[in-house]
């Protein structure tokens, strides 16, 4: 017999990959959880996960298991939405996850509009850098930049989005702005990178030609970091150049501290997407998370970041020092 708390006790140990994660999530000492999953693989006579001292990672059977078990738990969850949610007004909780960049800036303010159109609704938005297993974790959605590799998810576009190059125009007054694509190899680049030593690509795709004019370039220079906000206060101050979101410079832009170089170019794979986990057959979005959805959907369906960028002067196109690598 297996009920809803081993289901939940399952996904938590695959999402946190550790019993003690699990047992943090769940608010229970690590030696129940323990048992419990020991009693669970007992009962059902199989052995879910592979149990090393510092890591758990589940058995094929375990897979198998926690594909089910995620289908089951959404089950569970459709069914209390429906016997919560009152015929007029909306209410019960909704978790959303989001990027901490966009989440901050633009999610937050309209979750707090939404929350204040609906009093009986209680809304936890969860900030993180990386795209969490969103059944696994709990989250009825998140807003996040770019399609995930995951196809299973449902995703709905909420606005367009793309990543161009910029600069401070004291960069581009000492430096010369590119002319081409190709030339940004020769200028000193401010690149957003994990915990790895990889060269940075940037494939730039022509606006009047996105599928047939794509070009692919090896940037460097001394400085990066893994904060895109880092990196924008660096181009900021002039240290390179940066491509980063319209969203997150469209004021920059606006306002003269930074210039739009090569706008004929861009990086399209940065839209605005409204992701949720797959449902169980049968089972219908809940009215309060349709709501959410039309709600940031109407708000972000004239965003001001796709007005006119500030293009670069043209000024000295002189060639730039190739930067260190």
């Keep these: 017999m297996i009920d809803r708390s081993d289901l939940m006790m399952v996904l938590q140990v695959m999402e946190h990959g550790s019993l003690s994660g699990a047992a943090r999530a769940l608010d229970l000492a690590p030696p129940v959880v323990t048992k419990r999953l020991a009693a669970l ?6 052995r879910l996960f592979h149990r090393t001292t510092r890591r758990v990672s589940p058995t094929a059977e375990g897979q198998q298991f ?10 569970f969850k459709a069914l209390e939405q429906t016997l919560t949610e009152g015929a007029h007004e909306l209410q019960g909780p909704l978790r959303l996850c989001s990027s901490f960049g966009f989440g901050r800036a633009w999610v937050a303010p309209l979750v707090a509009q939404f ?6 609704l209680t809304v936890q938005l969860h900030l993180s850098e990386h795209l969490p297993d969103l059944a696994a974790a709990g989250f009825d959605a998140a807003v996040w930049l770019w399609t995930p590799r995951d196809t299973s998810m449902v995703s709905r576009r909420l606005a367009a989005n793309r990543r161009v190059v910029v600069a401070a125009p004291g960069y581009v007054e000492r430096h010369g702005a590119p002319q081409t694509p190709a030339e940004l190899s020769r200028h000193t680049c ?6 790895d030593d990889r060269p940075a690509l940037w494939r730039l795709q022509a606006l009047a030609r996105p599928q047939r004019d794509v070009q692919t370039v090896r940037v ?3 400085l990066s970091s893994n904060s895109g906000e880092v990196v924008r206060e660096w181009a900021l101050r002039g240290h390179g150049l940066m491509l980063r979101s319209l ?3 469209h004021q920059h832009l606006a306002s003269g501290a930074l210039v739009h170089l090569l706008p004929e170019y861009a990086m399209l794979d940065a839209d605005v997407q409204f992701l949720m986990p797959p449902r169980a057959a ?6 309060r998370l349709r709501a959410l959805q039309d709600h940031l959907s109407r708000a972000l369906a004239d965003p001001p970041w796709l007005s006119a960028p500030v293009a670069a002067p043209q000024g000295r196109a002189r060639r730039a020092p190739r930067p260190p690598r």
């Design 41 to 46: 693989e007992a009962r059902i006579g199989v």
């Design 66 to 75: 926690l594909q089910h078990a995620r289908f089951l738990a959404e089950g």
């Design 115 to 120: 929350s204040a159109l609906h009093p009986r």
């Design 190 to 195: 401010l690149v957003v990178r994990e915990n």
């Design 220 to 222: 460097g220079g001394p």
């Design 247 to 249: 969203w997150d410079v």
């Design 282 to 287: 049968g089972t219908d979005v809940p009215k």
